[in-house]
């Protein structure tokens, strides 16, 4: 499977955006997903995951309660709604795919991924 993300752009501290991963002619039910982002100088980082049947997920303290991911199986495309951003949320995010039935924080555990969309919070 391949994957697309999509929805990154400029928007002013307190907005909301919606970023959205494509994957290319598959359904995403054998895939845990995750998202991940890498500001610019910093390691990448975990921000939320989900698990395959999309019943569980997990996110980075940084972002509980402003972010949420979920995911249309059927459709093979997976999201993540961010509200409340602030200039700290500015990075590059990925979406990743990992066939382990363990809802991973870790990037080594995520097999596929795509490329990632720039996301910018101004002040």
């Known amino acids: 499977v391949q994957l697309q993300a999509s929805g990154g752009g400029l928007v002013q501290a307190g907005g909301s955006l919606t970023l959205s991963c494509a994957a290319s002619?598959?359904?995403?039910?054998?895939?845990?997903m995750g998202w991940f982002r890498q500001a610019p100088g910093k390691e990448r980082e975990f921000v939320a995951g989900?698990?395959?049947?999309?019943?569980?997920?997990r996110y980075a303290d940084s972002v509980k309660g402003r972010f949420t991911i979920s995911k249309d199986n059927v459709k093979g495309a997976l999201y993540l709604q961010m509200t409340s951003l602030k200039p700290d949320d500015t990075a590059v995010y990925y979406c990743?795919?990992?066939?382990?039935?363990?809802?991973?924080?870790?990037?080594?555990?995520?097999?596929?991924w795509g490329q990632g969309t720039l996301v910018t919070v101004s002040s």
């Open positions: 990743a795919a990992q066939t382990s039935a363990f809802l991973s924080e870790f990037s080594h555990e995520y097999d596929i």
């Open positions: 989900i698990s395959r049947a999309g019943t569980s997920t």
């Open positions: 002619g598959r359904t995403l039910w054998s895939y845990g």
